[in-house]
Structure formats: structure tokens, C-alpha cells
């Protein structure tokens, strides 16, 4: 909808407090359901927004050797990326509030900057920990990107735009996605838990090997906002399937029903499986997910030549 | 080892860590993701038990030695209480060695579903973590409603045993284990087919036979490389004569030989408890133990879920001892862990030392 | 197991060292040996693949007068009968037990390290080390096994006679 003023749409809907909340709702329920799947009771509704409020109240702790600037302000960037990239997708199964041609390709940059800025402020700490979760961080990068962007575009060739309005216009007037492409869908499921480094995929910061990984060092508002990061992410990356592959999103309704979907079976796939090490994520992505990428784009590129 | 300490990059877990529920401090030089080298160090949890037991009377010393670990409690008990009666030369009744037995199994069994869950939850499997666990409240009821405590039980008196097991109890543990052994059958299933856990498991953290032997490994680590050492086996104490275990052997000695070991040896436990409860001698529960034991020295073994603890107890004759000697099964083990870790990747450590099944408590006493 | 596990032949083993055999119990065999003989003898019973390395004790008999112990060791004349240290080296073949014991004097506490042998022996040498005093050259790692790294050089806890530091040692 065009006539959201632009500081509005940021701070408020779709952007901003809106998706703020919203991401902290999604965390619950994800943190609820795994903890049903392991037979616990799981947390409150509120607990997400306690998190959130206890870390900014502590204070934040800036260890030595550090660049202080990048300290401070890569969780912000990352933040603020993942933040900006509402404003192109279907938010709340209404339309995007800006839209140009090849914003899918800026949405997944902006994407991937908060995984960028998790890394760089991984390697910017000295302590040894750190090092390796961004080391992590960053192989598993190179791993899962290249298969999820192909599986996000295979969509967008089905639909001969790169606009994601377009797309989901598209979407929403045929059959949903998931079925012909069955092969993208999965991938990029799957890629979105790489993403955000979700188990089995969370070896950059396996507990019990390197603490944290690469935010070992952050504590207070650095900890808070990287945290709220993951979670903005989660939704947004939950929107771009659910509106590409589950037959776009028409209505908040829509909205609310197809991302739920998506969530219970990612909170299924996270409580199913042992954790890969890192070798073993990169070997997956790279042997079976890129080929199982390539061989659906290739098989879409096919098919429009012929039709 | 100089032109190479540019490159080494020592990563070190503990005495904090995520990984270990003890403190213990290793230091893995790493190159990229791979383990150079490797050193431990020990003695965090250092009490001075040892220098401790030659200040107390020999019943005080039970309740101290017991302290030990928390994991392992009773079998320290027994360990005690049995070389002590060998010096007394106290026989104990029938039906006080037979609820030692049960009470000795029972905790075998806790000591491994609370290692298969720690296991899981170091390869980063929380389900498997939670559910084992879940399994294992199970054990500690029994346990609780035998000795009115989940953990250090405190069953041994010197001379037999302070609760007795009636036909209810008896029904309970009964009950109890026919549960656990259908969850059992499902987590030897989960074990042993599972991809991802396979992935982490298989070929990791490899011993061979001769490699244990050398490294004085005891308990299932080295019956997963196909060494059979069983105390309960070679020299039975306690009911283990009349009642007889089988020793749970793999070859291939790597991580997923312990596991299936340790689970193994799990089916094997509640067979013996099931047939001790069916063939209970009946009859006192202690017998008397003078309060002076005579001079002399004694060795006393017991197997515990660990491995083989060794007991030597010297007495001068008086009320208190001479000295007390403890070696714990965890100190066999870590040689083992040393030489394995050199050539593994950093992810494969918290899984290698998990393996053995550490107990920094019984180590450091 | 290669060997037979009895204590005849061990006992066959160790005869061109063995200073004196005791059995204190039906499973048990005592073996005393030098200081000196300790590796050779050490090394037989590898070698005839004689059981494992179980534990190795370390017991202390101070000279009597000095602590409230009976005196095990030594004579019972009236000459001044220095305190030893003595090392029990604990091993295991299936049910029975061979013990050698070796005794130090206090003024000359050496005993040879068996980790060249035994590579595990490294651990149990490190606890004789630090807990009693004993000397071991040649064992690979001096480093403190279950002492805090600030503990004094020179206390021996598990002698007879240390009873405890007067005041807390600072931190």
C-alpha cells in the first residue's frame, strides 16, 4: 500500500514495532513447539519479551582488543538490515510498501547482511571462541546461499519478474508452487534453518563445543539486538516461502495460517536430527543441496522454453 | 614444536564450559578445525578424601567415601564395606548380598541412561537428551522408594544393608523395568540407525585393542574395543557369583561401539534383576562387625558403571584406618582420551571425552 | 590374556628379583623388590603380557616416635629407624594380584619411572609425586595432578605427618 508514509512503514507497520513483536511472538511459538516434540513444557507467551528486556537492562560489556565502533555497531546494521527488508515482502499478507523491479535480490542481500555482520563481529573479538563460531558463521555461508537463492528463484522464473509483488500476484492466481517445484520448496525450507542456524545446522554456535560461537563476547544490547535479529529474520524468511511456494499471500489470514504451517514443520525438522558438524553441513549443502537446486532450476528453465 | 607455535591455536574448555558438567581444563591446539595436540589437567574438585579417611572411625568413612561421586555412590560403598569385612572376616547374609546386587545394578542402570542423555546433548541431540532423561526418573523413583533418597542412596552398613526390599518394592522394580526396557529397545534403535547421530558417531575417536590395552583402559570403553575386563566377571563379588553377568564386548572401538555397549549392558542389568528378585534368599539384613578390625591389607574391587575401582584399605588394627587407597575408573580412561584426540576435528571433542564417560569427582577425590 | 593368570607364574617370573614373597591372601601375591630391580622386574611381567597395571598405592611409614602409627616397616632394634616411603605397584590378571612393593628412605626418596613400559603410569607417578614426595626420574610430565597449582613445594599431604595447615593458605 503506497500511501504508508515512508517513516511510518519503517517505525511502525510494516517495519519497526510491528515486526519487532511479531518476531517475538514466532520465537515462542518455535521455542514451544520443540519443547513439545521433546516431551518439556516449554516457555510462557511472554518469555521471548522477557529475554529481550532483561538483556537491554544489563550492561553491556565491551572486552579488550576489540575495534569498539564495529563492536557496538554490527548488531545494529544487521538488525537494521533484516528490519529493512520488510518493507519488500507481503508483510502480514498485505502488499509491499515499496516495490521495484529486482527487490528479491535486495531482500536476500539484506538478507544475508545480518549473517555478514554475525560473522564480521565473531572475527573482530579475539577471544579464541569467537574466532572459530565466525570462521563457522562464514563457511556455512558459502554453503547454504548459493542452493537458497536458487530455490528462491525458481519462482521468480516461473513468474518472469524479479519483483517480489509480482511473484506473489502470480502465486496467488495459480497453483500453489510446492507442488511442481516440490524439490525447491524443501531446499529452501531447509536453507532458511541454515540461515538462521537453527539445529541441526547450528554448529557456529554449538554450545557445547564453543560456547556461544560468535557472540560468546556480547552481552546486554549487542546480545538483544542480534537475538531480535534472528527473530525478524525468521519471519521474513518464513513470509518469502510461504508466499512464493504456498500460493502468495493475499490476506493476513493467509498470512498467519501458511507461516504458522511452515513454523511447526521447521520447529519438527530442528528436533529431529543430531548436529552436523561443520564439515558434514558444508559437504550436504554443497553435494546434495546445490545439485538438487540446479536440477530444479534447470528443469523450470526447461519447461518455459517448451511451453 | 618452537617453528610450529605461531600456527598453534589452543582452544580451552574449561574448567567453565557448556560441555562439561565438572570443571577439568583441556588445552587442544588446533590447526583450522583439527586437534594437534592435546593436554589435562585435573584436580578441581581435589577434597582430600584420602587423607580424610585416616581421621575417622571405619563406619565414618563409609558415609565419606560414599561422598565421592554422586553418580557412582553406592558402588564406592560397596567397594568399602567389602574389603572391610574381608579384613573383619565377617561373612554377610545371602539376602543382604543379594538387595546390594539389586541396589548396585539400579544404579548402573541411572548411571547409563544419565550418560546416554549427556552423550546426545554433547552431539547437540536435545530430544534424545530429554527423553533418556525423562526414562530415567523412572530409576530414581525406584530407587527413592527403596531408600528414600534419588541419589547417594547410602544402602551398605558395614556388615549388610539398612533397607530391605518386600514383595511391593519388588513389584514396583518389576514394573518399572519392563518399561524401560521397551523405551531401551527404542534408543538402540535410535543408536544405531539414525543418520545424523551415525554421522557423528561412527569412526570417531577410534581404540584398537591393542591401543586399550596399552592405555590400561577399563569398563565399556575397553569392552567397546573388545577387551574384556569385567570385575563382575573375572572375580565375582557380592550375588554376581550365583547370578551371573555376561560381558558386553563390540570390536570396532570407535564412539558408537561405547554406546551400544553401554546400552547392551543396560538389556543385561534388567535380566539380572529380574532373576534376583524371582530367586531372593531370605534371611537377615546385616550381621554384626566389631568396631576395632584386625590388622592387615586388602584389595577390593567392584565394577562400576564406569569401569573397575580399585579399593586398597590397610588396617592397624585400631578404629580408624591406616590408609585408604581409592583409583577410580575415570583416571584409567583418560590416557585413552589424550592419544584418541590428536587428529580429530575441535566438534569431535566434547563427544570423545563424553565417551568415557568422565567423572571428575571419582577422579580427583 | 597370553600368560596364565596364576600366581605361580608369576611368582616364577619375578624370582631372579624378588627380595621376599608374602601371600596375604589366597588371591594375593606381596613381591618386595629394590628400587632398582623395580623396572626389570616391571618389564617381566609386561612382557609375559601378566595382567595390567591396576593402581599404584603409596603408603607411608614414618619412623616410630614421630607419629602415632604402628611401624610397619623395619626392625625392631633399638637403632634410630629412619621413615620410608613405600610404593605398591598394583597388578591384575583376571582374579589375582601381584603387588610389588618397593621402599624408600625418606632421606632418598627415588624410585625409577615405569612409563616407558607403561605409558599410563603417567597419571598414577604424578599423584606419588605431588601426595608423597617420591622422586621419579624419567616419568614424562611433572606437572600436578590433583593439587592446586599454588600449593607449596615441599608438603607432602599424605604423609603422616602433615595434619592440616595452622591458618587458611591464601588464595
Redesign the interface.
Known amino acids: 500500500m503506497y500511501n504508508i508514509p515512508a517513516l511510518v512503514a519503517i517505525l511502525v507497520f510494516p517495519s519497526g514495532i510491528f515486526l519487532l513483536a511479531y518476531g517475538l511472538f514466532y520465537e515462542w511459538v518455535d521455542r514451544k513447539l520443540v519443547a513439545r516434540y521433546q516431551n518439556r513444557l516449554g516457555p510462557r507467551w511472554f518469555q521471548p519479551l522477557a529475554d529481550i528486556l532483561k538483556l537491554l537492562a544489563k550492561e553491556e560489556i565491551v572486552p579488550q582488543g576489540v575495534q569498539t565502533m564495529l563492536f557496538v555497531g554490527l548488531p545494529v546494521v544487521g538488525l537494521a538490515g533484516a528490519l529493512t527488508s520488510a518493507l519488500y515482502v507481503p508483510m502480514f499478507g498485505l502488499e509491499p510498501s515499496f516495490s521495484f523491479n529486482g527487490d528479491l535480490i535486495v531482500t536476500l542481500y539484506l538478507l544475508s547482511m545480518m549473517t555478514l555482520c554475525l560473522g564480521l563481529a565473531g572475527a573482530n573479538t579475539v577471544d579464541r571462541f569467537s574466532l572459530i563460531g565466525a570462521t563457522r558463521t562464514l563457511t556455512q555461508l558459502f554453503s547454504y546461499e548459493a542452493p537458497f537463492l536458487l530455490a528462491l528463484l525458481g519462482p521468480a522464473i516461473v513468474t518472469g519478474s524479479w519483483q517480489i509483488r509480482q511473484i506473489n500476484d502470480y502465486a496467488h492466481h495459480h497453483l500453489w508452487m510446492a507442488l511442481p517445484q516440490v524439490i525447491g520448496f524443501v531446499v529452501a525450507l531447509v536453507g532458511l534453518m541454515g540461515k538462521l542456524e537453527m539445529p541441526p545446522f547450528d554448529a557456529p554456535e554449538a554450545e557445547t563445543e564453543i560456547v556461544s560461537g560468535a557472540l560468546t563476547e556480547y552481552s546486554g544490547r549487542g546480545l538483544a539486538l542480534f537475538r531480535i535479529g534472528k527473530d525478524v529474520e525468521l519471519v521474513i524468511g518464513l513470509t518469502l516461502i510461504s508466499s512464493f511456494y504456498l500460493g502468495g499471500l493475499a490476506n493476513p489470514l493467509e498470512f498467519i495460517v501458511k507461516t504458522l504451517g511452515l513454523l511447526v514443520v521447521i520447529a519438527g525438522l530442528q528436533s529431529l536430527f543430531a548436529r552436523l558438524r561443520i564439515d558434514q553441513t558444508v559437504g550436504l549443502w554443497w553435494r546434495i543441496g546445490a545439485i538438487m537446486a540446479l536440477v530444479q532450476l534447470l528443469v523450470m528453465v526447461g519447461i518455459r522454453m517448451v511451453l | 614444536m618452537e617453528a610450529h607455535e605461531s600456527k598453534k591455536?589452543?582452544?580451552?574448555i574449561g574448567p567453565q564450559?557448556?560441555?562439561l558438567k565438572e570443571p577439568g581444563h583441556f588445552e587442544f591446539s588446533?590447526d583450522g578445525?583439527t586437534v594437534t595436540d592435546a593436554s589435562l589437567?585435573?584436580?578441581f574438585v581435589?577434597r582430600?578424601i584420602?587423607?580424610a579417611t585416616e581421621g575417622r572411625t571405619w563406619v565414618q568413612n563409609l558415609y565419606l567415601l560414599e561422598r565421592i561421586c554422586g553418580i557412582c555412590s553406592d558402588v564406592h560403598g560397596t567397594a568399602y564395606s567389602i574389603g572391610v569385612e574381608?579384613l573383619a572376616g565377617v561373612t554377610v547374609p545371602p539376602r543382604a548380598q543379594a538387595i546390594r546386587t539389586i541396589v548396585a545394578e539400579l544404579e548402573r542402570i541411572h548411571s547409563h541412561m544419565l550418560w546416554l542423555g549427556v552423550a546426545?546433548?554433547?552431539?547437540?541431540?536435545?530430544?534424545?537428551f530429554?527423553?533418556s532423561w525423562?526414562d530415567r526418573e523412572t530409576v530414581m523413583d525406584l530407587l527413592e522408594s527403596i531408600s528414600g533418597n534419588r541419589v547417594n542412596y547410602s544402602v551398605n552398613l558395614l556388615g549388610g544393608v539398612k533397607f530391605d526390599i518386600d514383595e511391593k518394592q519388588a513389584g514396583e522394580i518389576r514394573r518399572g523395568l519392563d518399561y524401560l526396557e521397551e523405551r531401551t529397545r527404542h534408543y538402540m534403535k535410535v543408536v544405531t540407525t539414525?543418520e545424523?547421530?551415525l554421522?557423528?558417531t561412527r569412526g570417531v575417536g577410534l581404540m584398537s585393542k591393542q591401543q586399550a590395552?596399552?592405555?590400561?583402559a577399563v569398563g565399556p570403553t575397553a569392552r567397546a574395543s573388545g577387551v574384556e575386563r569385567d570385575v563382575r566377571v573375572?572375580?565375582p563379588y557380592l550375588s554376581y557369583g550365583e547370578f551371573p553377568v555376561n560381558i558386553m564386548l563390540e570390536t570396532a572401538g570407535d564412539l558408537q561401539a561405547r554406546f551400544v555397549v553401554r546400552i547392551n549392558e543396560l538389556f543385561e542389568t534388567y535380566r539380572l534383576i529380574r532373576e534376583i528378585l524371582d530367586h531372593m534368599p531370605s534371611g537377615e539384613l546385616t550381621t554384626r562387625m566389631p568396631r576395632r578390625i584386625p590388622e592387615?591389607?586388602?584389595?577390593s574391587?567392584a565394577e562400576a558403571p564406569r569401569g573397575?575401582l580399585?579399593y586398597?584399605i590397610?588396617s592397624?588394627?585400631s578404629d580408624k584406618p591406616?590408609?585408604i587407597?581409592v583409583?577410580t575408573p575415570s583416571?584409567?580412561n583418560?590416557?585413552s582420551v589424550i592419544s584418541m584426540a590428536v587428529g580429530h576435528?575441535?566438534?569431535?571433542?566434547?563427544m570423545l571425552l563424553v565417551g568415557i564417560d568422565p567423572c571428575f569427582s571419582c577422579?580427583?577425590? | 590374556m597370553d600368560s596364565d593368570c596364576t600366581l605361580q607364574t608369576a611368582e616364577t617370573l619375578l624370582q631372579p628379583w624378588a627380595e621376599g614373597y608374602d601371600h596375604p591372601e589366597p588371591n594375593r601375591l606381596d613381591v618386595q623388590v629394590t628400587a632398582a630391580n623395580l623396572k626389570s622386574a616391571v618389564q617381566e611381567l609386561v612382557k609375559a603380557h601378566w595382567g595390567y597395571l591396576s593402581a599404584i598405592t603409596g603408603l607411608d611409614h614414618p619412623a616410630p616416635g614421630e607419629a602415632e602409627g604402628e611401624d610397619q616397616a623395619g626392625s625392631s632394634s633399638s637403632l634410630p629407624v629412619e621413615g620410608t616411603l613405600e610404593a605398591l605397584y598394583h597388578f591384575c590378571c583376571s582374579s589375582v594380584w601381584t603387588t610389588l612393593r618397593v621402599n624408600v628412605p625418606y632421606s632418598r626418596p627415588v624410585i625409577p619411572s615405569i612409563c616407558d613400559i607403561i605409558p599410563s603410569a603417567t597419571l598414577y607417578e604424578r599423584e606419588l609425586m605431588e601426595l608423597f614426595g617420591v622422586e621419579l626420574p624419567g616419568t614424562p610430565s611433572l606437572q600436578r595432578l590433583v593439587l592446586p597449582d599454588d600449593w607449596p613445594d615441599g608438603v607432602y599431604p599424605l604423609r603422616k605427618s602433615f595434619t592440616g595447615f595452622e591458618s587458611p593458605t591464601p588464595p
Open positions: 591455536f589452543v582452544v580451552p564450559h557448556p560441555a588446533v578445525e589437567r585435573l584436580g581435589h582430600g584420602e587423607k574381608k546426545a546433548h554433547e552431539g547437540g541431540f536435545d530430544t534424545l530429554m527423553f525423562r539414525d545424523t547421530f554421522g557423528r590395552e596399552l592405555l590400561g573375572e572375580s592387615g591389607e586388602t584389595i574391587r573397575e580399585f586398597f590397610k592397624n588394627g591406616e590408609r587407597k583409583r583416571l584409567c583418560w590416557g576435528k575441535l566438534a569431535d571433542m566434547p577422579n580427583d577425590r
